[in-house]
C-alpha cells in the first residue's frame, strides 16, 4: 500500500487549524499506484482544494509522502464550489433563516427545469442548512444543476450526510444519468459507488464529456460487476485509447455485458480492431454500436473477422463510418459463414453500387438478417435492383430502412415488385427518394399483396395527390397497417380528402402522420368528418406544419372529442396559425 497524506489547513473563528489525512492507494504489480486509485484520489484533492474559508486564502497545500500523524481509513472531505461554501462554523439563527430563505427564489427559478432526482437532492441540501452547515448560498449563473461547478457538491454533499439514501444509486437496477455533462470526475464516482453493486444491470453516462481518464473506471467496472449487462457510453470523447481500454474489458472472461453503445466517441480504426479482437474472445455480447465514429476500411475488415468467430453477437451498428470496397467485401466474406447476425445497420457509410453489390452477395448466402440499414447512401435506381434481387430469393429480411437514397419510382417499383414475392416485409421506410406518382402505385400494389406490412413511411417523398385514392383504398381495405407516414409529401387538401376513407373504414391504423402537407381548414374538415364516426383504433394523428386556422383546428378538438369509441391519445396541431385559446381547447 501507498500511503499519501494531505496536510488541509483552513480557518476556524479566525484561528489556523491543520488537518492530516492519509489515502491508502493500492500499489500493482510493479509496485507503482493504480492509475484509477490515484485518478480518485486526485479528484477528491480538487474537491478538498475548493474549501476556502471566508477569512483568509489557503491556496497554499502541500502533499508529502511522509507517515501522517493521524490515521483514517478513507480520505473524505465536506465539498464545495464557488456557489456553495461549507463552513464548521456557528451560524446564527437569524442568519440561518435569511440564507435558507435567499434559496427559495432559487428553487422557484430552477422548478421547471430539475428533473425529481435533483429537486431531493436540493431538498436535502436546505436540510443540510439546518443544521448549521453551510454558509453561504449564492444563485449561480446558469439554471443547469449538472454544471460542471454544482454537480460534485450536491453528489458528495448528500453522500457525506444523512441523506445518502436519496441518491444511492448502486441500489438501483437502472441508473440513468444520460447529458449530465458529469466529467471524468462523475464518471469515477459513479463507477466507484457501482463497482459493488448486487442489483444494477443498466448503467446510461451517454453525454458526459468522458475521456480516456473516465475509461479507466468504466473498464474496471465492466470487468469488476458481472450484473451490468447494459452499458450505453454514446457521445462521449473515448478515442482510440479509451476504446482500448473498454476493449480490454469486455474481453475478460469475467465480462458479463450483453449491450454496450459506442457510438459517437471518435473511434478509429485502432479502437475498432482492439474491439474487434475482443469480439472474437467475448461470448455473452449481443449488441454492438459502433456509430458515428472514424472507422475505415481496416477497421472494418478486423470486425468482419472477428464475426467469423463470434455466434453470440445478434446486432451490429455501423452507420456514420467510412468503408471502402475492401470493407464490405470483408463483411460478404463474414455474412456467408457467420449465422448468428440478425441485425446489421450501414446507414451512411459512403456506400457505392460496387460495394452493394459486395453486401448482397453475402446476404444472398446468409439467411438470418431480419433488419437491415441502408439509409442515406446515394444508391439509386441500380442499387435498388441489385438489393431488390436480394429480397426476392427467399428473404428473410423484415425490416428494411432504404431512406434517402435517391431510388426515384423505377427503384421503388423493384423493391415493390421483390418485397410482393417475398411477402415477408413488416417494416418498409423508403423516405427521402424522389418517389412520385407511379412509385404510389408500387406501393399500392405491394399493400394489396403483403399483409404482413405494419410500418410504412413515404414522407419527404413529391407523392401528390394523383393517385392517392387507389392508395387510400389498398390502406383501408387490404392491409394490416399499424403506422402510415406521409409528412412533407404535397398531399394538399385534395389528398387530405381522400386519406379521410382511411379514418371511415380501417381498424388497425394507430399512427398517421401528415404534417407539413400544406393541408388547410378545407382539408381539416373532411378529416373531422370522418373522425367524428370513425370506428378506427387512432392513438396518434399529427397535423403539424401545415396550414390550419382556428375553425380547422376547432372542428378537429370538437371530432375527437365527441366520438367516444376514438382512442387517439395525441392530436399534434404545433406550428399553424392557431391561436392560443383553440390551441387549449384542442390539447
Known sequence: MAAVCVHDPYAENGNLKS???????????????????????????????????????????CISNTKPAVDTDDYTCLTTSRYLRVDHISSKKSTLVQHISATQPLLASLESELSP???????????VCSAAMFNVIRKPRSNNLSSRHLRQTH??????????????????????????HLGNEGCIYVCEKLSSSEVCSSIDLSG???????????????????????????????????????????????????????????IGDEGACEIARA??????????????????????????????????LKSCNLSGNYFGNA?????????????????????????????????????????????????????????????????????????????????????????GEAICLSRVMARLNVSCNSVGSRGLDACTKLLCANSQLEKLELGFNPLGHANLTNFSDAVTFHSNLHTLSLEWSKLGNSGAASLSKILLYNSTLKNIS??????????????????????????????????????????????????????????????????????????
Open 208 to 266: 458526459n464529456s468522458i475521456d480516456p481518464i473516465g475509461a479507466v473506471a468504466l473498464a474496471t467496472l465492466i470487468s469488476s460487476n458481472r450484473t451490468i449487462t447494459h452499458i450505453d457510453i454514446r457521445q462521449n470523447n473515448l478515442c482510440n485509447s479509451g476504446a482500448k481500454l473498454i476493449a480490454k474489458s469486455l474481453g475478460n472472461k469475467n465480462c458479463n455485458v450483453c449491450s454496450i453503445n459506442l457510438s459517437a466517441n471518435c
Open 514 to 587: 401528415l404534417r407539413g402537407n400544406n393541408i388547410t381548414d378545407e382539408g381539416c374538415l373532411a378529416l373531422s368528418q370522418a373522425l367524428q364516426v370513425a370506428p378506427i383504433e387512432l392513438e396518434c394523428l399529427d397535423m403539424s406544419y401545415n396550414k390550419i386556422t382556428d375553425p380547422g383546428a376547432f372542428a378537429l378538438g370538437k371530432a375527437v372529442r365527441s366520438n367516444t369509441d376514438l382512442n387517439i391519445k395525441c392530436l399534434k396541431l404545433s406550428n399553424n396559425p392557431i391561436s392560443e385559446c383553440v390551441n387549449l381547447v384542442c390539447a
Open 155 to 180: 453528489v458528495e454533499t448528500v453522500k457525506t450526510t444523512s441523506f445518502t439514501p436519496v441518491l444511492h444509486i448502486d441500489a438501483a437496477k437502472t441508473v440513468a444519468l444520460s447529458g449530465l
Open 19 to 61: 488537518n492530516v489525512k492519509r489515502v491508502n492507494l493500492p500499489l500493482d504489480e510493479k509496485g507503482s499506484i493504480n492509475s484509477y486509485d490515484t485518478s480518485m484520489f486526485q479528484y477528491r484533492l480538487r474537491l478538498c482544494k475548493r474549501l476556502k474559508p471566508c477569512s483568509r486564502d489557503v491556496s497554499k497545500r
Open 327 to 415: 470493407g464490405f467485401n470483408a463483411l460478404s466474406s463474414t455474412l456467408r459463414v457467420n449465422k448468428g447476425l440478425t441485425e446489421i445497420s450501414l446507414s451512411g457509410t459512403s456506400m457505392t453500387n460496387r460495394c452493394l453489390g459486395f453486401l448482397c452477395q453475402g446476404l444472398l448466402e446468409h439467411a438470418g438478417i431480419r433488419t437491415l440499414a441502408l439509409a442515406n447512401n446515394n444508391l439509386g435506381p441500380k442499387g435498388a435492383a441489385a438489393l431488390a434481387e436480394v429480397l426476392s430469393a427467399e428473404s428473410t429480411i423484415l425490416d428494411l430502412n432504404i431512406a434517402g437514397n435517391q431510388l426515384g419510382d423505377f427503384g421503388c417499383e423493384a423493391l
Open 279 to 312: 469480439v472474437t474472445k467475448n461470448t455473452s455480447l449481443t449488441h454492438l454500436d459502433l456509430g458515428g465514429n472514424n472507422i475505415q476500411d481496416k477497421g472494418l475488415v478486423a470486425l468482419a473477422e472477428a464475426l467469423s468467430f463470434n455466434c453470440t
Open 117 to 127: 432526482q435533483y429537486c431531493i437532492v436540493v431538498l436535502s441540501l436546505l436540510a
